[in-house]
């Protein structure tokens, strides 16, 4: 699929299963220059290119960070050493590195388009989408971070990611009436209405999966997992528990369940092992409920 006029994309090398193909790090050109979309890792052969590019397409006004994962924002600080962009973030809370903040609805002005924030938390509590303004020449085109996936879903890993606000972020862009989608891992996609839509209707799936699954007798999250990834291969369940954690923070707010102490003797589950693909994310530690039993009301 073609790019929209004056976005270029430049793959990062750090290809694994949370991160598709690797990092999209999107130049967005206007008539003062570029902006850089997620510098991506820090791995210099990539930030030199993009460095590299910017220079040949009018030269580097700012660096804008989606989220503070590391596979998205890691790269940040040697880009702004070779381009001296500043770096622009929801926060510096989730990217230490950046040097200004941007509220929702915050323009990067290029001359002739600019860029707006959208926040947009639920994968991580500081996500922005950045929706191209180009006075009617491009309408509808979204670079959406993690709040998509070229392929799949994407995860949403307590306590930095929430799902009740992940939800609501959806529908916040959905209400922006986007036509294309720009994510930050995998191919554009240009049916966005269907695919934010369809975004939603899998929670939903899972939110029902996630009831059956429950009874009034406590239940551990890896035994939910079994129960509803069944179509997930095991070495992704340690993804599932943390997606199901998430699921239940939902229903517990809905005081729909509760939580009960793990047992004594509960064993570590291989779905709870430390090394699992989350960490390529930057998801670390144990959330509060990851080794709690849960029930129905
Ligand atoms: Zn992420």
New binding site residues.
Partial sequence: MSLPDGVALLLAPNPSPMTLTGTNTYLVCGSTGCAIIDPGPEIEEHLRAVADEARALGGAQAILIT?G?P??VEGAARLRELTGAPIWAWSREGSPTADMALNDGGIVSLGDRALQAVFTPG??YDHLCFLLEDSGRDTGVVFAG?LVAGAGTVVIAPPEGDLNEYLASLSHLLAEEPRLLLPGHGPARDDARAVLEGYIAHREDRERQLLSALSAEPAPIPLLVNRIYTDVPAFLHAVAAYSTLAGLIKLEREKRVVRLPATDNAEESPALQEHSPLAL?GVVGRPDGLTARWRLV
Avoid: K, V
Wanted: glycine content about 0%; hydrophobic content about 0%; overall charge negative.
């Fill in positions: 989220h994962h596979d998205h994968h991580r993690d994310e």
